[in-house]
């Protein structure tokens, strides 16, 4: 038994192509922590730009999360700021 998750939303089809099955997401995510670790682990460099790389990877990740669970849609739609 496969454990797939419709990760796109609207998926009414029995079988959709764009669906990344959830082992997948958590094995990548596994990859890139591991990453992480080793590169602030063994490459040496000043805590400031170590904290800025964290936080880099960490923004990214959460913002193609949310953009992978279909979460980000809603986020093009606010507006900043006044156009006339």
Known sequence: MVCEMRLQPGAGAPYDQSAMPLIQVVMLLIAVGVILWLVNR???????????????????????????????????????????
């Open 42 to 84: 063994y490459i040496p460099m000043a805590g400031s730009i170590k904290a800025i790389l964290n936080a880099v990877v960490v923004i990214v990740v959460v913002l193609w999360l949310l953009n992978l669970f279909g979460l980000m849609s809603s986020f093009s739609q606010l507006r900043v700021g006044h156009m006339g």
